[in-house]
């Protein structure tokens, strides 16, 4: 069994940081990549951010330039740095893991985080 807990989410001024982060815990094999993805009231959940296990990463256009994702492979653990936050950030932030867990027999699927609410104000 494959867990994904975030946490780091709060509600903050505008301009300000947090970071998230997100712990992968349980049988796990082999990670293919970490991404983020929010979605706030009414909206489509979208994507934030990636990392790869090689250590590529990429960002939303919305986001590029704010905000950071990093990865501590050891722990199994991504991070979002969110820097320059504006109310427009203001949803709830998942995290999805691409991986295999058990052993080489297994297959790659994803796997979803209960999510940690980002609330900016203006």
């Known amino acids: 069994q494959v867990q994904l807990v975030e946490s780091g989410g709060g509600l903050v001024q505008a301009g300000g940081s947090l970071r998230l982060s997100c712990a992968a815990s349980?049988?796990?094999?082999?990670?293919?990549?970490m991404a983020w993805y929010r979605q706030a009231p009414g909206k489509q959940r979208e994507w934030v951010a990636i990392?790869?296990?090689?250590?590529?990463?990429s960002h939303a256009d919305s986001v590029k330039g704010r905000f950071t994702i990093s990865r501590d492979s050891a722990k199994n653990t991504t991070y979002l740095q969110m820097n320059s936050l504006k109310p427009e950030d203001t949803a709830r932030y998942y995290c999805?893991?691409?991986?295999?867990?058990?052993?080489?027999?297994?297959?790659?699927?994803?796997?979803w985080g209960q999510g940690t609410q980002v609330t900016v104000s203006s």
């Open positions: 999805k893991a691409n991986l295999r867990g058990g052993g080489s027999w297994a297959t790659f699927r994803d796997y």
């Open positions: 349980g049988s796990i094999f082999q990670i293919n990549a």
């Open positions: 990392i790869y296990s090689d250590g590529t990463t």
